[in-house]
């Protein structure tokens, strides 16, 4: 693990971040905030029928005017988003300009949304002071309609028809664009674009910077216009009356282009009006039409217009540079030795991060994951209230919107930077990724980490009812309660990169907000007060026989074995955080006593509900499963065996015997409690048998039933794969789980790859690929299970090898196989890239990283989102664990 930094001769990334830390200096004024999609997000959905992939498309995108925030192609821009920096491109046989990616709308594709282009984030420091990114560009006509036919057309047991299976890469007929900003200052933005004809031919292309305003003034009369407008042939002013005066500078013998972001009235069927608008750039540069722009501006969008053809393989850069104020200095003076002079910067920052990772592939693919966490911030807008009653200059809102998609939400308001999972894909928060984000930011920013978890909880984001949102398409919808997990593994994080005390302030901030979250949960899913939980989906999206998060088709409810299990993590976890509070603040005592009993009734309710004899625990199974409860008051077992049966593994927490001599109170308030209900202690809990180092156990699993689990879990022909847990049992494959109502019989088999179910619109599989939250959990609990059984507590690992290992070994082994998805194998292959050959072996391709949503059970190939870094980022503190575990 990495040694607490000294507080003088930090390198010079740490001490930017130090200075933001401190209030001395905003280095992250200005970042990769920009949305790679804003169009088809509900934000901007204002139709009745709430179809928001319908009500602002594509196409429209360069014509339309967005309403909560804005979106480009390697963009930046400042914290409030009120002035963007992006990138355009056109290789002169595309019908349009290129200012955003492409990608299929949730009902065009045969699994849901998925973005058709290829970039890449490959480099990125936490004060976004470096970053650097790769877009390949075809220099062929872009192929739009044929993926949008290839993958309507395709069949949901085919994959996904991409770009790269058009043949538009053939002969190499594409230009590499290398993207990097670096920071001379706060607001002192250098752009540098460099572009490689990869062709065998001469070929031309047009590389556009642009810098536009946010339109912030088309819904309210009377609100104040900002201006941009050509200072001199190189230069352009902008004005805000917040941000105050920007200039925009490029290189002599570029043409400038102004227009207006506004939207065109002819791109909806309304009669032409004079003026420019905001597809200006791309009626100019694309149709031609030299009217659409205005050469000396003024306007509130402008385009630094380059034109070159490239002979093959000739490297052309393109530099500007947007700054507050005025230079100085000539602005382009030693504008490359300082972009290189920033990315040798990032060089140390990482160098210090990795010194325990030997392997240089290890530290390329954990230093891509940090980039990718980086590049994925978001600036967020977007206030529920206003978006239901409408704007004064627009038409009003649809009356159906008063009583539909969270119309119960009207208190959220939000206008910040977040973690997103994926900026196409998914480019608003969910509740349960950014959690998980979390964790492997902690280890570059861990200030960045608190105020995120903190911001789901502050006033404008969480319920006042104590619901922390899960996502703008639904709100109200349930994620699984891993915010106290995450706050106390970002607590710890710090504390042992810094060392200390750790951040009391935060811990105590955080922890009063989940108690009310807990409180929630308690009052609103547990149905019959039993202490069993009924979530809904939580996050798993297929993994059940129904459609968890609907009423079942049986009528009834599930007692849910998840839903159930992460209350009792989420109980655990309050307990541990109070007991850390209250070494320093003796009311914390009574609070952790309460966490401790409430842990203690739902590990009893798990294995007798309403004490009427069945758990969710099977006997026979050995294994942890749904329980049905019919109308007619019959209960019934769902023997599928899936994720959800391994969840239980996850509640699980040591107390050392210092912490016990230290709150005297909280001790002598569990003896006193476990010798009233011997029940609870001897059902759940190894209390009176002391571990190693006298250590006590809380578990929802004694070790018999965790090694029969366990025996399951590690079996290659069950959940064990050579990239991790599966989400399902192989077993399924060739015995499918059958269930039968009155009306339907529904089946469940084994799935590794895509989703052939269109349960929550088939764009994500819970039934046998590997997921990375999941797993990390995993890994973590046998490590917490090793803390106190120790090295005599062997199992089977794989099952039937013969092979024993203590638990810590097994947490290893899982994580090993999970880094082994991104790592180069003896044959020089990565497994998430398949038999893609070009990714594979073209050194163009082969070290640039993807980090998938989730990952093939059998072949550890990349699935879903491509570049949903969020929670499978979570292997940059895998690799970080294994590089100091071998140190």
């Known amino acids: 693990m990495m040694a607490p930094h000294a507080t003088n001769g930090l390198d010079p990334e740490r001490l930017r971040l130090k200075e933001q830390a401190q209030g001395l200096r905003n280095w992250q004024l200005w970042g990769p905030y920009l949305s790679d999609r804003q169009w088809g997000t509900v934000r901007e959905d204002y139709s009745a029928d709430g179809e928001a992939w319908n009500h602002v498309t594509y196409e429209q995108a360069c014509s339309r005017a967005y309403r909560w925030g804005e979106d480009g192609l390697a963009g930046f821009c400042d914290a409030t988003q009120r002035l963007c920096l992006a990138l355009a491109l056109w290789n002169g046989e595309d019908p349009i300009l290129k200012e955003r990616l492409f990608g299929l709308s949730g009902p065009e594709g045969s699994h849901g949304e998925d973005v058709k282009e290829l970039y890449w984030h490959l480099d990125a420091v936490p004060s976004h002071a470096y970053l650097r990114m790769l877009y390949k560009y075809p220099q062929r006509r872009f ?31 594409y230009f590499d664009v290398f993207v990097e900003y670096a920071k001379a200052d706060e607001a002192d933005i250098l752009m540098r674009v460099t572009v490689h004809n990869r062709g065998p031919d001469p070929a031309p292309l047009h590389v556009v910077p642009q810098l536009w305003f946010a339109n912030h003034w088309s819904w309210r009369e009377g609100h104040p216009k900002p201006a941009m407008s050509a200072e001199a042939l190189d230069s352009v002013s902008a004005e805000h009356r917040m941000l105050g005066e920007y200039t925009f500078h490029v290189e002599p013998d570029t043409e400038l282009l102004f227009c207006e972001n506004e939207s065109n009235p002819y791109a909806f069927g ?30 509130t969008k402008v385009g630094a217009w380059h034109v070159r053809t490239l002979e093959p393989g000739e490297k052309w850069t393109v530099r500007v540079r947007l700054m507050r104020g005025h230079p100085i200095l000539p602005p382009f003076t030693g504008f490359d030795a300082l972009v290189d002079l920033r990315r040798a910067e990032a060089d140390r920052f990482y160098a210090e991060l990795q010194k325990d990772i ?60 977040i973690s997103m999972p994926d900026k196409w894909e998914y480019p608003w928060f969910a509740a349960w990724d950014l959690a998980f984000h979390c964790v492997p930011l902690a280890l570059i920013d861990p200030a960045f980490a608190k105020q995120q978890l903190l911001l789901l909880t502050s006033e404008d984001y969480m319920h ?157 199974d050995k294994f942890f499963h749904d329980v049905l409860n019919l109308p007619d008051g019959t209960m019934h077992e769902l023997k599928l065996r899936s994720m959800v049966g391994l969840i239980p593994l996850f509640a699980v927490e040591t107390i050392e015997p210092d912490m016990l001599r230290r709150l005297p109170r909280f001790a002598r ?80 088999g084994y799935e590794p790859g895509e989703s052939q179910t269109y349960m929550f619109g088939g764009n994500s599989n819970w039934r046998g690929p590997v997921w990375f939250p999941m797993n990390y959990l995993i890994v973590e609990a046998l490590e917490r299970f090793h803390g106190y059984y120790g090295n005599d507590f062997l199992v089977e690992c794989p ?79 895998l690799l970080h664990k294994q590089g100091g575990r071998r140190s």
């Open 358 to 417: 030997e392997d240089e592939d290890a530290r390329l693919v954990q230093r891509q994951a940090f980039a990718g966490m980086i590049w994925n911030k978001q600036f967020y807008k977007f206030d529920v209230y206003r978006w239901l009653r409408g704007d004064p200059t627009m038409p009003p809102p649809p009356p159906e919107r008063q009583h539909g998609r969270n119309s119960d939400w009207r208190h959220l308001s939000a206008e910040d930077i």
């Open 669 to 748: 308030r569990l003896d006193l409690f476990l010798s009233r209900r011997t029940d609870l202690a001897d059902l759940v809990s190894r209390w009176d048998e002391p571990g190693v180092g006298e250590r006590r156990l809380l578990s929802l699993l004694r070790g018999h039933r965790m090694k029969r689990l366990l025996v399951r879990m590690l079996d290659p022909a069950e959940f064990l794969s050579d990239y991790g847990i599966r989400s399902m049992s192989r077993v399924h494959a060739d015995a499918p789980y059958v269930f039968e109502t009155e009306h339907e019989r529904i089946s469940v």
């Open 464 to 620: 006042p009812n104590g619901q922390i949102p899960a996502y703008e398409w639904h709100f109200g919808d349930v994620n699984p309660p891993v915010h106290a997990w995450a706050a106390w593994r970002v607590f710890e994080i710090e504390r042992e990169m810094v060392g200390g005390r750790g951040d009391r302030v935060f811990l105590e901030r955080i922890f009063h907000k989940l108690m009310l979250n807990f409180a929630w949960w308690v009052n609103r899913k547990d149905a019959q007060g039993r202490n069993v939980f009924q979530g809904g989906f939580l996050g798993l999206d297929n993994i059940g026989v129904f459609d968890r998060s609907r009423p079942l088709p049986t009528g009834g409810y599930l007692d849910q074995a998840d839903g159930t299990a992460w209350m009792a993590m989420f109980a655990l976890k309050l307990m541990r955080i109070a007991l850390e509070l209250a070494l320093e603040d003796d009311v914390f005592q009574d609070i952790a006593s309460k966490f401790f009993e409430h842990f203690l009734y739902i590990a009893q309710a798990l294995n007798n509900i309403g004490e009427r004899g069945i758990g969710l625990w099977s006997e026979s």
């Open 270 to 299: 309304m009669p032409p009006e004079a003026g420019v608008y905001k597809d200006g750039l791309h009626d100019r540069i694309v149709g031609g039409w030299k009217d659409a722009v205005r050469p000396k501006g003024p306007g």
């Open 143 to 173: 192929p739009y309609e044929e993926l949008r036919a290839a993958n309507r057309g395709r069949a949901r047991a085919e994959g996904e028809f991409e770009l790269i299976d058009t043949g538009i890469l053939a002969e190499d007929r």
């Open 799 to 877: 099952t039937g090898s013969g092979c024993l290992m203590p638990l810590r070994d097994v947490a290893d082994e899982v994580s090993v196989r999970l880094t082994r998805l991104f790592l180069r194998n003896e044959q020089g292959a990565r497994p998430i890239h398949g038999r893609e050959h070009r990714l594979q072996a073209d050194p163009h391709f082969s070290s640039y990283i993807w980090f998938h949503e989730y990952f093939h059970g059998d072949t550890g190939v990349g699935l879903g989102a491509s570049h949903q870094t969020g929670w499978t980022g979570l292997v940059a503190n």
